[in-house]
Structure formats: C-alpha cells, structure tokens
C-alpha cells in the first residue's frame, strides 16, 4: 500500500522565521511528487518535483526532492502571516494507473 | 475562467437517501478525480477517471460509485449514504495523463453531512 508521511503535523512560527516541511514516501511505481497548499478551501499547486536534486523555487518557497532516500522538503523563508494554512505532499504512483496519495498535511500557523 | 464546479457547496441529508454531487470543468481535460478530506486523515481517493467511460477506484471507493459519459462531467453518486460518509469533498481535473502537469485544478469542495 501506498504511504506519504508528513511531517510535522502542526507547526507555529514567528513572521520571519524559515520552515522546513518535511515528506517521505513509500510507494510503487514513483512518477512525481506534488506540494499543495490550502487554505479555507480547495488545495492550490505549488510545486511538482520528479527528479532527485533539482532545487524548484518560486518566490520564498523551494522545494527539493531526494529519490535515493524518498523524501522531500519544502521550504518557506521569511514567513508571514498569508504564509499560514495547511500543506499538502501528494505522491503519484501506478504503471498503467494514476493513482495519487495525500499525506495527511502540515498546518503552519504563521504569527505576527 | 478556467475552473473546477461542483454542486452542492453544501448538503445535509439523511442515512439512506440516494444523492449525486456534480463535479464539471471546462477545461477539456482528460483526467477526473474525487476525493474526501477527513480530520487527521487527509486527502484520499476515492474514483478516478482516465477519460470518457474510463474509471477505476482510488484508495476508498467503497459506498460510492462515479460515471464519465462525457468528458466535462464526474459526478460522484452516494446510492445509499450513511454518517461515516460525513465529509469534505473534492472533485479535481488535469489536463495530462498524470498530475505532475502542473495544470491540475480542484474544485472548491462539497461539505457533506450525513445524519
């Protein structure tokens, strides 16, 4: 069975500080790994990563993907406050079937 | 505008009345997918559709059944519901054969109450 682990579950940090969410896998048949974000309603893209080492970057967020040890890392640097919602790490899997697997989210709270 | 809808935004209903959450995107994409979002178990799975008449169960499809006879539409039907169907719904679209795309879209989601 398919498995996508986040961690932490909840986190609450200063504006200015940097997080670093973090995400492993166990899956079958690897293609890519997603980074959504979500705030009070439906989860918005962020990053789609499928090769090991290569930095995806956009704005304060990057994002890094190690398929040797089947993990990622999102980063978020001087944080603020529209920074705060729940952050979603999906694995898509399947040889001849597109499945996706959501872990169960990092919520980051972001205080002045 | 490019977007996901589902309809009803909002729906309270009872244990065993048949109901049919409509999922359309006018996008022209292939690829249709639902999923529930529970407290402390995240975004699963529950239909997916590769294309028209092309479906196949996610991780918890059990008490729900979809169909795809056109390419904007993938509603998702609850024959017989009961409380533990009790979620957050969302419907979600891509463009290619597989999510990485970065074209895919989610609709802004069905909470779903059954007493």
């Known amino acids: 069975e398919d498995k996508v682990v986040q961690s932490p579950l909840s986190l609450v940090v200063h504006e200015g500080d940097t997080v670093t969410l973090n995400c492993s896998y166990e899956v079958t048949n690897f293609r890519s790994l997603l980074w959504y974000k979500q705030e009070k309603k439906a989860p918005t893209f962020l990053f789609m990563l499928t090769s090991s080492g290569i930095e995806k970057k956009s704005g304060r967020l990057s994002s890094i993907l190690d398929k040797k040890e089947l993990f990622s890392i999102l980063n978020i640097t001087a944080t603020q406050t529209g920074d705060s919602a729940v952050y979603l790490c999906a694995v898509e899997s399947g040889a001849g079937s597109y499945q996706l697997t959501f872990g169960k989210g990092t919520k980051l709270s972001v205080i002045p | 505008e490019a977007q996901v809808t589902q309809n009803p935004r909002y729906l309270i209903t009872v244990t065993g009345k048949k109901l049919t959450v409509t999922c359309s995107q006018n996008?022209?994409?292939?690829?249709m997918s639902w999923y529930r979002q529970d407290p402390g178990l995240g975004l699963r799975q529950i239909y997916y559709s590769m294309n028209v008449e092309v479906t196949d169960k996610g991780d918890v499809p059990e008490g729900y059944k979809v169909s795809r006879k056109e390419k904007r539409n993938f509603p998702l039907i609850l024959e017989s519901p009961s409380p533990n169907q009790t979620s957050l719904y969302f419907c979600?679209?891509?463009?290619?054969?597989?999510w990485g795309g970065g074209e895919a879209f989610f609709g802004q989601g069905t909470r779903l109450t059954v007493v």
């Open positions: 979600a679209s891509s463009s290619k054969a597989y």
């Open positions: 996008m022209n994409h292939e690829y």
